[in-house]
């Protein structure tokens, strides 16, 4: 198995033999392959309001009806054979030997978008910069949806990257071996290798969600952090083929695709039971001061949750009006932190002054200054 997503209970799984289906949290699978190509990797998912789509080494297939049937969606792709697939806003993102292809049609039609010729392994997104691994070439990332592409390999020791994975505005990319994870909280501009219980190793395959970054390795199974990359628990309890190939996070389970014992899965409540054995939960709530400050473009805000809270988080201007929401969800205690890139929500440069940042969670509301410099 190759490739693997969650859409609620039902999850699909891809690999030598095609698509499969599960309707009941990955217990059950039934081949979901009509109209698809039956041969080769099946590589990568992704999903809208009205279709899933899936790419394949004969190119993208899209389904109307969950995966009962599919339909082949590769205009304008030049080399059908996929590496990955990813869902914008408003772009489907598809990489592979080829390059980069755009779909603004929900896969009928699709145009370059760059780096042809180059073998690109996996692809993700912040907002309106789009990120991509290759194989041999390192990282690269484009803000114009491919026009340019500008190679961000700053820290990085490795040349190969199979695995990309944007939490918020932190992004995880999965290196050869000898090397592993790395870690980039600046949009790309600079890597740290993570260490702290995670394998060097090569990595295939990564999923998260509000609490957790889960990595899946080759060779030494699958790995966890609930501070965003800062330390890291194995959990590989019955998992009899180490090599991952990727990884989902469904309601209840984490799901991975392994090399050749087909699809585990691993409820996530063994995650929470482990979080109370070994991270430390802070006293209170609190609020820390950003940093950098004074920033240019980017800070980091740090905050303690004490207990299982609905948190939001806004910035504003000195006159009272919201400049940017941040989030308003449900959060695990721990250590927390957020990036902003002193945009606004339209998603436009905001200018250089002294700015507010409120955390907003339960009783608690704080508020701390900030200053843009350009």
């Known amino acids: ?68 049937s599919w339909a082949a969606k590769s205009n304008g792709i030049s080399n059908l054979l996929s590496h990955g697939i990813i869902k914008t806003d408003s772009l489907l993102v598809h990489v592979g030997p080829g390059g980069v292809s755009l779909s603004s049609d929900q896969g009928e039609n699709w145009v370059s978008a760059g780096l042809v010729g180059t073998d690109v392994r996996c692809v993700t997104h912040i907002q309106d910069t789009l990120f991509v691994g290759t194989n041999g070439q390192g990282l690269y990332k484009s803000t114009d949806w491919g026009l340019n592409w500008i190679a961000i390999n700053n820290g990085s020791t490795s040349s190969n990257f199979r695995a990309i994975e944007s939490k918020g505005n932190i992004l995880f990319a999965g290196g050869q071996n000898g090397t592993g994870v790395f870690r980039s909280t600046n949009f790309g501009n600079s890597w740290e290798l993570l260490s702290n219980g995670i394998s060097s190793i090569s990595f295939r395959g990564f999923a998260h969600n509000n609490d957790i970054i889960i990595a899946g390795s080759t060779g030494a199974g699958v790995f966890y952090s609930t501070n965003d990359g800062d330390s890291w628990i194995e959990i590989n309890d019955a998992l009899t083929d180490l090599t991952i190939f990727d990884l989902s996070l469904s309601n209840n389970y984490i799901v991975a695709a392994t090399h050749n014992q087909g ?76 990036i902003w890139d002193a945009r606004n929500n339209e998603g436009k440069p905001v200018s250089a002054g002294l700015y507010l940042y409120q955390v907003s969670a339960g009783n608690f509301q704080k508020f701390k200054k900030m200053v843009l410099l350009k």
């Open 1 to 68: 198995m190759q490739s693997v997503i969650s859409i609620g209970t039902t999850t699909f799984a891809g690999g030598q033999t095609g698509t499969y289906k599960s309707i009941d949290d990955a217990e059950n699978f039934q081949l979901s392959n009509s109209g698809n190509d039956s041969n080769g990797p099946t590589r990568g998912f992704a999903f809208d309001s009205l279709y899933i789509y899936t790419c394949t080494s004969q190119g993208v297939f899209r389904s109307a009806d969950n995966g009962d």
């Open 263 to 338: 699809v585990f899965r691993y409820n996530l409540s063994n995650i929470n039971l482990s979080l109370a054995d070994n991270q430390t939960v802070p006293y209170s709530i609190e609020l820390h001061q950003n940093y950098p400050n004074p920033f240019n473009p980017t800070t980091t805000i740090k905050y303690d949750i004490s207990e299982q809270i609905q948190v939001k988080i806004s910035i504003y201007d000195m006159m009272g009006h919201e400049v940017k929401f941040i989030t308003n969800e449900f959060q695990s205690p721990g250590v927390h932190s957020v």
